[in-house]
């Protein structure tokens, strides 16, 4: 039987330290503070942006909500966003998805100060991903990437199959693997013989958004398989996209829906606005630092 990878465990570790961090900025006056921007009343979203105010308070990190109707013009959110970029006290900016029709999401992400995207959404920081030279990680493959350490998995020369191409999961996942010395392979909804390359895996990532779209004749015997997916199954309860009972027979560890992969991503969160805050204040000393006229 599978190890159950307890997210809820690995993630409480981890804002013990991002609480001791921001702690230790805010004893030098400097404390870590997050804008979290809500446009129109989409419910699951309202969830979301309750959860991650939680997280923050609980991690000594200050959360501002700024709540804007659904009738809000682009230009009026634009300005808000040129309003955040400029502040000083706050150091992570982050405007949940999806946004109300009509709004273009790339200009709204592209005005986001890429030093305060702390959902590292915007291309600048995609761009840093890519190259392995960056200051934010987008916080779910992140977050897995936390999960499979805590399990002491071997990446390394590895087989890892990531099941999904989003730009915010499937295609940061396969790079993060591969910044990881995995062999990577990305499976979508075009690829032939889907069953077969994932059997191939050592590390399976799911993240397709499908109930029970892996069935444990996709799964390596003693694999890791890590479940990105959140849906709902017919009786309206929450569930990933690996059909777990099954998969637990199958592989060595696999994470949980809900309880595995889902409060890593706050987490990860919370850590990018607490080295967004280190990160301004290092450019800030440098720029204070420079003697005049170089
Ligand atoms: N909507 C669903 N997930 C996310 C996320 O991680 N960040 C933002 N900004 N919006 C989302």
Redesign the pocket.
């Known amino acids: 039987m599978a190890v159950i990878i307890d997210g809820k465990a690995v993630s409480q570790r981890i804002r013990e330290e991002i609480r001791q961090e921001a702690d230790a900025l805010t004893a030098k006056g400097i404390h870590p503070g997050l804008a979290v921007i809500i446009v129109g009343d989409d419910p699951a ?1 309202r969830i ?1 942006v309750n959860n991650k105010k939680k997280a923050c308070a609980q991690c000594g990190i200050h959360s501002e909500e700024f709540s804007l109707s659904a009738d809000t013009t682009e230009n009026e959110l634009l300005e808000l966003i040129h309003t955040l970029n400029a502040r000083q006290d706050i150091n992570g900016i ?5 946004l109300p029709r009509g709004f273009n999401e790339d200009v709204i992400i592209n005005a986001i100060d890429p030093k305060k995207d702390v ?1 590292a ?1 915007h291309p600048g920081n995609v761009g840093g991903i890519m190259l392995n030279k960056y200051s934010f990680l ?3 493959p992140a977050g897995v990437m936390e999960l499979l350490k805590a399990v002491n998995t071997q990446i390394a020369g590895k087989r890892a199959v990531v099941v999904g191409r989003s730009n ?1 999961v499937g295609k940061p996942m396969a790079l993060l693997l591969l910044h990881a010395d995995a062999t990577v392979t990305i499976c979508h909804s075009k690829t032939a013989g889907l069953t077969q390359i994932c059997r191939e895996a050592d590390i399976l990532v799911a993240a397709v958004g499908r109930a029970n779209f892996i069935t444990s004749d996709m799964i390596k015997p003693g694999a890791v398989v890590i479940d990105v997916g959140m849906n709902r199954d017919e009786n309206g309860k929450l569930c990933g996209d690996v059909d777990f009972a099954a998969a637990e027979k199958v592989a060595s560890a696999l994470t949980p829906v809900p309880g595995g992969v889902g409060p890593m ?1 706050i987490t990860m ?1 919370l850590k990018n606005t607490v080295t967004a805050a280190k990160n301004q204040i290092e450019n800030a000393g440098a720029r204070v630092a420079r003697p005049v006229g170089i």
């Not at 982050?94 to 999806?98: I, T």
């Open positions: 979203s979301y982050l405007c949940q998805l999806p959902d959404f987008p916080c779910t915010i991503t969160l």
